[in-house]
């Protein structure tokens, strides 16, 4: 990075918000690792935390958007110090979007409790947030490097998180079908890929903001997209 | 008035802070310039190792205020102050103050560099050997040092402290300036804007040495640059017409401000 600013308080003020989404990040991870596997195991406490851990995503987003409003407000940042503050704003919004998902999937824990998740579907969700949680930790270490080359071969990976939900989808409709007393449950575990599955579209956010704060440009090209299930008709026997 | 009402229960808690947070207290200040009048019934209180900043438009009463703090308005002939200005309590219009020893308890730092046609050191030695500050001339030397130390300005100059204060670049010569008014050991230190006639890195320098002085003085500096209000003070008030229209929480005065003409003015919409 470059030298230090002469205020040193103003060099304070970003670190600050650096340490803050840091923190949001880790607690993000967490977040997700959690919900999933409270809905493997059927585990209510851990279901539990998960709600209650929002709360703080929600508390820490509000807090870095007000301190980089003041940032701004005092400082009248340009360059890579505006571009900075504006990707501090940018990633607290995806990442407490992270948390609300998780959250979102942890909710759920209840509703499947009576038929839990059957064996191979819990592998098809596990292999699913590890891929996502993968790009989280890589674009969470990312941020701290401000490595442009990094943060776009992390976004042009998303598409691998894609094509497996597409292939979780037609499992889901599968079992489904198979069985009618399935839907319930296979309904909210097509819920929790989704969501998940939108989880890694925020960690690509993120790359594609931190490649700006990086470089001042977005990256070439259109992000890679594998999610076809947008084109699935019904499917007959 | 409601007893109960928020207005109520703030205004007692200002006075409550009273004795302990203010520095300076300006009760309905007046300031008339033969017939006219300058400053309306100001009444506007300076925090305790705090940075005030005075904004407002050109002619609007700024700097004729920060001049009541040390009796500056003294100097103007045809100038006449009413209402009440306290330091630490004590009326600083009181008949047994000594002007002089107020002025030192209450330095200033003007808009153009003033050094002394001096020497370097004889420029901060100045003041603190006729206030009898020292005994010794090395209980000088330690001032001196001291001075610039906290200036900032010691590694420029400590090889050169016989050279003319005169031949240093603009930036060093208010942080000289500054220096010297710190040689005294004064309480407050007023600040007329004192970067105007500076390049924007020797600003930035006395920004942090105003940052860093704030530890151990009181500081109200009148400025015409918004920005530099919103950089270096944790007060603003902001003035029009001879009123004072709004005094806040500097971060709150800049994002959002309670008055409409002080978000009108820091926003640029005039007229």
Same mark, same amino acid.
């Given at each position: 990075?470059?030298?230090?600013?002469?205020?040193?308080?103003?060099?304070?003020?970003?670190?600050?918000?650096?340490? $803050?989404?840091?923190?949001?990040?880790?607690?993000?991870?967490?977040?997700?690792?959690?919900?999933?596997?409270?809905?493997?195991?059927?585990?209510?406490?851990?279901?539990?935390?998960?709600?209650?851990?929002?709360?703080?995503?929600?508390?820490?987003? $509000?807090?870095?958007?007000?301190?980089?409003?003041?940032?701004?407000?005092?400082?009248?940042?340009?360059?890579?110090?505006? $571009?900075?503050?504006?990707?501090?704003?940018?990633?607290?919004?995806?990442?407490?979007?992270?948390?609300?998902?998780?959250?979102?999937?942890?909710?759920?824990?209840?509703?499947?409790?009576?038929?839990?998740?059957?064996?191979?579907?819990?592998?098809?969700?596990?292999?699913?947030?590890?891929?996502?949680?993968?790009?989280?930790?890589?674009?969470?270490?990312?941020?701290?490097?401000?490595?442009?080359?990094?943060?776009?071969?992390?976004?042009?990976?998303?598409?691998?998180?894609?094509?497996?939900?597409?292939?979780?989808?037609?499992?889901?409709?599968?079992?489904?079908?198979?069985?009618?007393?399935?839907?319930?449950?296979?309904?909210?575990?097509?819920?929790?890929?989704?969501?998940?599955?939108?989880?890694?579209?925020?960690?690509?956010?993120?790359?594609?903001?931190?490649?700006?704060?990086?470089?001042?440009?977005?990256?070439?090209?259109?992000?890679?997209?594998?999610?076809?299930?947008?084109?699935?008709?019904?499917?007959?026997? | 008035?409601?007893?109960?009402?928020?207005?109520?229960?703030?205004?007692?808690?200002?006075?409550?802070?009273?004795?302990?947070?203010?520095?300076?207290?300006?009760?309905?200040?007046?300031?008339?310039?033969?017939?006219?009048?300058?400053?309306?019934?100001?009444?506007?209180?300076?925090?305790?190792?705090?940075?005030?900043?005075?904004?407002?438009?050109?002619?609007?009463?700024?700097?004729?205020?920060?001049?009541?703090?040390?009796?500056?308005?003294?100097?103007?002939?045809?100038?006449?102050?009413?209402?009440?200005?306290?330091?630490?309590?004590?009326d600083i219009y009181d008949p047994s103050i000594d002007v002089v020893e107020l002025r030192a308890r209450v330095g200033m730092v003007f808009q153009k560099p003033n050094p002394f046609p001096k020497s370097i050191y004889e420029n901060i030695a100045y003041g603190p050997r006729i206030h009898g500050l020292a005994r010794s001339k090395a209980d000088l030397d330690q001032i001196v040092e001291g001075s610039l130390q906290k200036a900032g300005?010691?590694?420029?100059?400590?090889?050169?402290?016989?050279?003319?204060?005169?031949?240093?670049?603009?930036?060093?010569?208010?942080?000289?300036?500054?220096?010297?008014?710190?040689?005294?050991?004064?309480?407050?230190?007023?600040?007329?804007?004192?970067?105007?006639?500076?390049?924007?890195?020797?600003?930035?320098?006395?920004?942090?040495?105003?940052?860093?002085?704030?530890?151990?003085?009181?500081?109200?500096?009148?400025?015409?640059?918004?920005?530099?209000?919103?950089?270096?003070?944790?007060?603003?008030?902001?003035?029009?017409?001879?009123?004072?229209?709004?005094?806040?929480?500097?971060?709150?005065?800049?994002?959002?401000?309670?008055?409409?003409?002080?978000?009108?003015?820091?926003?640029?919409?005039?007229?």
């Open positions: 990075m470059s030298a230090s600013h002469i205020y040193t308080a103003y060099d304070e003020e970003l670190k600050y918000l650096m340490r $803050r989404i840091t923190e949001m990040g880790g607690l993000a991870e967490q977040m997700v690792a959690d919900s999933v596997r409270a809905l493997v195991n059927s585990d209510a406490a851990l279901a539990q935390k998960v709600i209650s851990d929002d709360v703080i995503m929600d508390a820490a987003e $509000r807090e870095i958007g007000d301190k980089a409003i003041i940032t701004i407000a005092r400082r009248q940042p340009v360059a890579a110090d505006l $571009r900075e503050i504006i990707g501090a704003l940018r990633i607290a919004n995806d990442l407490e979007r992270v948390g609300d998902l998780g959250k979102s999937n942890a909710k759920r824990v209840m509703a499947i409790q009576a038929t839990g998740v059957p064996r191979k579907l819990a592998r098809g969700l596990e292999h699913l947030s590890e891929l996502a949680l993968i790009q989280l930790k890589e674009v969470l270490d990312v941020y701290t490097t401000r490595s442009a080359e990094k943060a776009k071969s992390i976004r042009d990976r998303d598409e691998e998180i894609d094509a497996m939900y597409t292939s979780l989808f037609r499992e889901l409709l599968t079992y489904m079908m198979e069985d009618p007393r399935n839907i319930t449950s296979c309904t909210h575990l097509l819920f929790c890929a989704k969501n998940i599955e939108r989880i890694g579209d925020h960690a690509t956010n993120i790359a594609e903001t931190i490649y700006y704060m990086a470089t001042g440009d977005q990256p070439e090209g259109e992000r890679p997209k594998d999610d076809l299930t947008s084109s699935f008709g019904a499917i007959t026997e | 008035m409601n007893v109960l009402s928020d207005a109520a229960v703030e205004k007692a808690l200002e006075q409550k802070m009273t004795e302990v947070d203010y520095k300076m207290i300006g009760q309905d200040v007046s300031v008339y310039y033969g017939e006219k009048r300058a400053l309306f019934d100001v009444n506007l209180n300076v925090r305790k190792n705090t940075v005030t900043a005075l904004i407002g438009p050109s002619g609007c009463g700024k700097s004729t205020f920060l001049r009541c703090l040390n009796r500056m308005n003294d100097t103007i002939a045809s100038c006449r102050v009413t209402g009440k200005i306290t330091l630490d309590g004590m300005l010691w590694n420029e100059v400590k090889d050169r402290l016989q050279e003319s204060g005169t031949g240093l670049s603009g930036g060093q010569q208010q942080r000289l300036c500054i220096a010297r008014a710190v040689a005294v050991s004064p309480e407050v230190i007023l600040m007329d804007e004192p970067c105007s006639a500076l390049d924007p890195i020797a600003t930035a320098k006395v920004e942090e040495l105003i940052h860093e002085l704030r530890a151990n003085f009181t500081i109200v500096i009148v400025t015409h640059s918004m920005q530099q209000a919103a950089r270096v003070s944790q007060r603003t008030a902001m003035f029009h017409l001879g009123l004072l229209v709004e005094e806040n929480d500097t971060d709150k005065m800049f994002t959002n401000p309670d008055d409409q003409r002080t978000q009108d003015y820091i926003m640029g919409r005039f007229g």
